[in-house]
């Protein structure tokens, strides 16, 4: 624990979106493992969505609970991104600038040492400028992504659009928010002291010091946050009964036999998208175990799986990546997905569908851990035969076989080594102790 003379106090304020908020949520539990006072401010149901923190650390993470105000248009308790289909998201980032006053009320009622927020509230580094207060910027994409990014904005002529052109395309869109996300991205970062980034050098260290060099102010990398190892609980009877009816089907299985699916619980799959990747699977002949979100009405072709299990709901993700019997991950490409898949050693068959997504692809592709499904050049659909072809070349030759020694390699060098994560951690710590406001010494 800290020396409590210099004991920070750092509030923490994420977006209202799960992607944002559990990274997040990992890091204040690692601040607070040095004894450091952490504010953990999100919105009422969204702070009951988290796992309590653990005991010891209780007295140090406080969860503090701000009501989101009601918007127009915004279903009544929706409070995260998951509460709502995807066009919705502009009423929930107003909603969320709704939040400026009450946290304002806040951060004057204790003025903390730091706040640490993400792209959404532009909106708080005036406010924190104000009060004596400094700033993070934590950013949970890559850095890939944040600089192809960046320069797409600030250059749109440059390389970087067409590379990033969904992103840019979405990011520079007028929305019912009455702010596009590109100007958030750009304030949230002219703002901040410096910029906290959930990645490391052994990952990409070109990309880092590259976007220092972009931003013109520290680029820290946090690590990657892969998440705590899976340990047996009773906490949820009902859950643990699903882990057992998985583990069961699991466990027949063959050594590194089975392709995990899930896509994260923010895409929505079509009809159309639905019965293609249902047929790629078949086609392949792989065993397989997909947890579909966000997909109410299967069609009538999911019924016969013979080879594999389409599970609909919850389901222990890190449990199962952890079992012997995967030997891929069919995945959206979201970072903290790739990053749990690494941790435990298992290459990826990339199929990005949104936003950052394709650019994390190429992360991976730039690892040499994953195989990606190809898309036709005209629609820029895939096929039940794209997804077949992927995933039998992961499975079955020697691409494949060059992911998985690269995933293990990986695995025991990088995202599997907590020695290296606490090093990140101990580093971002001490920069905040050594930066901290002069007035609150």
Known sequence: MA????????????????????????????????????????????????????????????????????????????????????????????????????????????????????????????????????????????????????????????????????????????????????????????????????SCMEVEGESIRYLENLCKKPVIPIGLLPPPLPQNSNQDNNKDENWNTILKWLDEQEKESVIYVAF?????????????????????????????????????????????????????????LAHKSIGGFLSHCGWSSIIESLEFGCPLILLPFQGEQELNSMVVEGMKVGVKVERNEGDGKFTRYSIAKALRTMMFQEEGKSCKRHAEEKKNKIFGSMEIQQKYIDDFVDYMQIHRPIKNN
Request: hydrophobic residues 40%; aromatic residues 10%.
């Open 264 to 320: 994260g619980s923010e895409v929505t799959l079509s009809d159309e998208e639905f019965i293609e990747i249902n047929m790629g699977l078949h086609l392949s002949g792989c065993p397989f175990f997909w947890v579909l979100k966000n997909k109410k009405n299967i069609p009538n072709e999911s019924n016969n799986n013979k080879l594999g299990i389409i599970w609909n709901g919850w389901a222990p993700q890190l449990k199962i």
């Open 3 to 198: 020396d409590e003379s210099k004991n920070l106090h750092i509030v923490m304020f994420p977006f209202l979106a799960f992607g944002h908020i559990l990274p997040f949520y990992e890091l204040a539990k690692l601040i607070a493992q040095k004894g450091h006072k952490i504010s953990f401010i999100s919105t009422p149901r969204n702070i009951k969505r988290l796992p309590k923190p653990p005991l010891n650390l209780q007295p140090f993470l406080e969860l503090i609970e701000l009501p989101l105000p009601q918007v127009e248009n915004l279903p009544q308790n929706a409070e995260s991104t998951m509460d709502i289909p995807h066009h919705m998201v502009p009423y929930l980032k107003k909603a969320f600038d709704g939040l400026e006053e009450p946290l304002s009320k806040f951060l004057e009622s204790c003025t903390p040492h730091w706040i640490i927020y993400d792209f959404a509230p532009y909106w708080l580094p005036p406010i924190s400028s104000k009060l004596g207060i400094s700033c993070i910027n934590l950013c949970i994409f890559t850095a890939f992504v944040q600089i192809t990014t960046l320069n797409a904005l600030l250059n749109p002529n440059s390389a970087e659009k067409e590379v990033a052109k969904g992103v840019y395309e979405f990011l520079t869109l007028q929305n019912e928010s009455g702010v596009t996300d590109a100007f958030r991205i750009q304030e949230s970062i002219r703002g901040a002291a410096a910029i906290f980034i959930r």
